[in-house]
């Protein structure tokens, strides 16, 4: 099996990746056994502080950093379980010691596996105004849709004051299910929980629309090239 370099941003997030793996592992390969896992994580106001200022040079540098330092210790390929930070992808593949697996590309096999054509986004308010599903999705032949703009930035208030601090909480569930009902009547037939703590605040049996679990769908993809 190879070993699996998971470069962390936010906490939350990538204790769901990392527990998926640990989990789902079993199912293939029996009772506690999962491939060999490493992470390593800058601080997230390291992130933000680049984020911010749309400095995406700096966000790589630090997923660089990261990779260079799972590489020493034996990952074979990364994979990172924050969708925002993907918007510096294309810097950071080429220079990377091992290859990634792009979170985006996770999602848009799984929603083309459903059949669905048009999908909403959630996230950040980086993530649901830039450029990487739009630019992913369109190669499934997906089209994206993002909430209004004053649901944009309460999802984003969300997300920064409550989830990354493991604040979940029913009120925000609740306002997450309205802004999806917002996009299923407009035509939007899946919805991409991308942000990788939304799947820890929305409960799929209950949200408006068929969810695409970004966490968990990547961690899925890091177990089947694991095992390729």
Same mark, same amino acid.
């Given at each position: &099996?190879?070993? $699996?370099?998971?470069?962390?941003?936010? /906490?939350? %997030?990538?204790?769901?990746?990392?527990?998926?793996? +640990?989990?789902?592992?079993?199912?293939?390969?029996?009772?506690?056994?999962? !491939?060999?896992?490493? &992470?390593?994580?800058? !601080?997230?106001?390291?992130? &933000?502080?680049? $984020?911010?200022?749309? @400095?995406?040079? %700096?966000?790589?540098?630090?997923?660089?950093?990261?990779?260079?330092?799972?590489?020493? $210790? %034996?990952?074979?390929? /990364?994979? +990172? !379980?924050?969708?925002?930070?993907?918007?510096?992808?294309? *810097?950071?593949?080429?220079?990377?010691?091992?290859?990634?697996?792009?979170?985006?590309?996770?999602?848009?096999?799984?929603?083309? /596996?459903?059949?669905?054509?048009?999908?909403?986004?959630?996230?950040?308010?980086?993530?649901?105004?830039?450029?990487?599903?739009?630019?992913? *999705?369109?190669?499934? @032949?997906?089209? +994206?849709?993002?909430?209004?703009?004053?649901?944009?930035?309460? $999802?984003?208030?969300?997300?920064?004051?409550?989830?990354? @601090?493991?604040?979940?909480?029913?009120?925000?569930? =609740?306002?997450? @299910?309205?802004?999806?009902?917002? &996009?299923?009547?407009?035509? +939007?037939? %899946?919805?991409?929980?991308?942000?990788?703590?939304?799947?820890?605040?929305?409960?799929?049996?209950?949200? !408006?629309?068929?969810? =695409?679990?970004?966490?968990? =769908?990547?961690?899925?993809? /890091?177990?089947?090239?694991? *095992?390729?």
């Amino acid at each position: &099996m190879k070993h $699996i370099g998971i470069v962390a941003c936010s /906490a939350e %997030g990538a204790a769901l990746c990392y527990r998926t793996i +640990c989990v789902e592992s079993q199912q293939l390969l029996g009772e506690h056994r999962h !491939p060999e896992i490493s &992470m390593h994580t800058h !601080p997230l106001a390291d992130y &933000m502080a680049h $984020i911010r200022s749309a @400095n995406w040079a %700096g966000v790589a540098a630090l997923l660089l950093s990261s990779a260079r330092k799972l590489a020493a $210790i %034996g990952a074979q390929f /990364a994979i +990172c !379980p924050d969708n925002t930070i993907h918007q510096a992808f294309d *810097l950071v593949a080429p220079a990377s010691p091992i290859s990634w697996l792009h979170t985006a590309d996770s999602v848009g096999m799984e929603a083309q /596996a459903r059949g669905f054509q048009k999908v909403g986004i959630t996230g950040t308010e980086y993530l649901m105004t830039g450029p990487v599903y739009p630019e992913a *999705l369109r190669r499934f @032949n997906i089209v +994206c849709q993002v909430p209004e703009e004053p649901d944009q930035k309460r $999802i984003n208030e969300i997300i920064f004051k409550e989830l990354t @601090n493991g604040l979940f909480t029913e009120e925000s569930r =609740l306002y997450f @299910n309205t802004v999806v009902q917002k &996009m299923k009547d407009t035509g +939007c037939n %899946g919805v991409v929980l991308g942000c990788t703590e939304v799947p820890l605040l929305v409960d799929p049996d209950d949200c !408006p629309l068929p969810t =695409l679990d970004s966490t968990r =769908l990547l961690a899925r993809s /890091a177990i089947r090239e694991s *095992l390729r």
